[in-house]
Nanobody, 128 residues
Framework: VQLQASGGGLVQAGGSLRLSCAAS????????MGWFRQAPGKDREFVAT????????YYAESVKGRFAISRDNAKNRVYLEMNSLKPEDTAVYFC??????????????????????WGQGTQVTVSS
């Protein structure tokens, strides 16, 4: 499956952005999905995840209450709604996919090594 993230940009602190991850090649309905981000000079970190049927979500503490992940399997898209953005949210954001696996619910979704497919990333810059 090929993934392409979009929707990044420059926004002032307190603003909002909606990222989109479009899939091609295979339908997303059999894949658990994640969003990660990587700031300059830092390791890639987990942001949010949603299971294949949108029955379960989990967020990093740093974004809980501000970000929301969703998906539309009919459109082969996953979204990340980002509100109340902070300068520390500045990073390249990546979407990732893992074919549905029961071990997902054990917490593997936070590990970027768990995912098999990655999009190219979209830059989010939050100015103070």
């Amino acid at each position: 499956v090929q993934l392409q993230a979009s929707g990044g940009g420059l926004v002032q602190a307190g603003g909002s952005l909606r990222l989109s991850c479009a899939a091609s090649g295979r339908g997303l309905s059999n894949y658990d999905m994640g969003w990660f981000r990587q700031a300059p000079g830092k390791d890639r970190e987990f942001v949010a995840t949603i299971d294949s049927i949108a029955s379960w979500e989990y967020y990093a503490e740093s974004v809980k209450g501000r970000f929301a992940i969703s998906r539309d399997n009919a459109k082969n898209r996953v979204y990340l709604e980002m509100n109340s953005l902070k300068p520390e949210d500045t990073a390249v954001y990546f979407c990732a996919a893992k074919r549905r696996n029961p071990n997902y619910y054990s917490g593997n979704y936070k590990d970027d090594r768990w995912y098999d497919y990655w999009g190219q990333g979209t830059q989010v810059t939050v100015s103070s």
